[in-house]
């Protein structure tokens, strides 16, 4: 019996679409569900046509979405009916998506610099101050790099470093300043921590330093620096780092000033599945209060390479990463979009993930080089990951940042 308090299940006629040599990984796990599951697209909806609360009230016309409680979370958390979570996952993912698509960007990670003072245990990409293999990069260096990825029909530009002591305020405004008068490009930029660390060492309130930033360039904030978002496992993976409270200050105050940000989770870095609760029920409350998360976006911790490696043994599996989207999407029922992670988990596991509540596969990462450090190796270009989402049964389409236009193609 699944545990789901909301499943209703209903017969769809089977899909007429065609597989790729992905397809008989989904009918030998799913069989009969692709059959019932499957669901019959109606005339795509343009994401820039409805706003937020117009889709909401949409949805809730067709069949209001139920928010199950933190307990009934952690039920399907101890369950091991996967494909039954699976399936309110997707029924989900339905009601929020009913056009059929989902979503991926073009875009860049710029790590800027990897001089970092925190230390993280997790982290295998960043040098202490001083060390030979540490840099800072120059404005040539990135100019080449958004040309390059502007050439390749880039759209978007996400660019974060390590916590550096010497770089202030007016070091970013006249990057981002400078990165605007060049190039049209969206620059979503800086973690949490990088906007705390540069208003400590700029004397600045946070509000002063996320508007300054704004006028600056700065679009929109990604949701990097949040791993766990419980101050002691916080303290045992990245006790310098800023805390629980300081990252949801950040994006409480960006959205206050009109700024769109993503939140993350990083999970399986010896967490308990109470702590990973804490997580979830804390981007949801805020949520709730602002609205201003454009997605939730959970990957796995990579241990190669990192000293925290030599104490998380084991990475998390397959089903545990699949179950950990699913729970999300369910209980984050006030997010529009969740992305399915292929960067950490590859192709296969990122595309059962579309069956799991994931509705986005996130970016072909032209550069990545921070999950890269730690162990994470899997590359994928645009016609993979259009691949991967025809197989599975959807329509691909590429996003802006903010998900909110689809390009023809």
């Known amino acids: 019996m699944c545990p789901c308090p909301t499943l209703q299940v209903r017969g769809c006629p089977p899909p007429s679409h065609g597989r790729g040599q992905d397809g008989s990984l989904f009918l030998l796990l799913y069989g009969s569900f692709i059959h019932y599951f499957t669901p019959v697209y109606p005339d795509a909806i343009r994401i820039d046509n409805l706003s937020r609360k117009q889709k909401a009230r949409r949805i809730g016309e067709q069949s209001p979405i139920l928010m199950i409680s933190r307990e009934e979370a952690l039920e399907l958390f101890r369950s091991d009916d996967l494909i039954g979570i699976g399936m309110e996952a997707d029924a989900i993912r339905r009601k929020w998506h009913p056009e059929g698509i989902v979503s991926y960007i073009i875009d860049r990670n710029i790590n800027y610099t990897n001089f970092c003072t925190e230390y993280c245990s997790f982290c295998a990409f960043y040098r202490p101050l001083g060390h030979a293999e540490g840099y800072i990069l120059s404005k040539e260096t990135i100019y080449a790099k958004i040309q390059e990825t502007l050439d390749l029909g880039g759209t978007g530009l996400l660019m974060q470093g390590g916590l550096h002591p010497d770089l202030k305020i007016e070091w970013y405004e006249d ?138 043994k084991e990475e998390a599996t397959a089903v545990e990463y699949l179950q950990t989207l699913a729970i999300s999407r369910i209980y984050l029922d006030n997010f529009e979009n969740v992305q399915s992670s292929w960067v950490t988990q590859g192709l296969k596991t990122c595309q059962l993930g579309l069956r799991f509540g994931g509705n986005d596969v996130g970016s072909i990462m032209i550069e990545e080089n921070v999950v890269s450090a730690a162990g994470a190796h899997h590359r994928a270009s645009e016609e993979e990951l259009r691949r991967i989402i025809r197989d599975a049964g959807f329509v691909p389409k590429q996003r802006d940042t903010l998900y909110r236009r689809y390009f023809l193609n």
Do not use: Y
Request: overall charge neutral; proline content about 2%.
């Open 175 to 312: 990057l981002f300043r400078s990165i605007k008068e060049r190039f049209r490009i969206h620059l979503h930029c800086l973690s949490a921590p990088e906007v705390t660390n540069i208003a400590e060492v700029s004397g600045l309130s946070l509000r002063d330093t996320i508007q300054r930033l704004r006028d600056s360039g700065l679009d929109s904030i990604p949701g990097g620096g949040a791993e766990v978002l419980d101050d002691a496992v916080r303290h045992r993976i990245s006790r310098l780092k800023c805390s629980t409270q300081e990252w949801v200050d950040v994006h409480r105050t960006a959205h206050q000033l009109g700024m769109r940000t993503t939140a993350t989770m990083m999970f399986g870095c010896g967490e308990t599945i109470e702590q990973r609760m804490n997580h979830l029920e804390l981007v949801r409350n805020l949520q709730e209060e602002t609205g201003g998360f454009t997605a939730f976006i959970p990957w796995t911790f990579q241990r190669e390479n990192t000293s925290l490696g030599r104490f998380v």
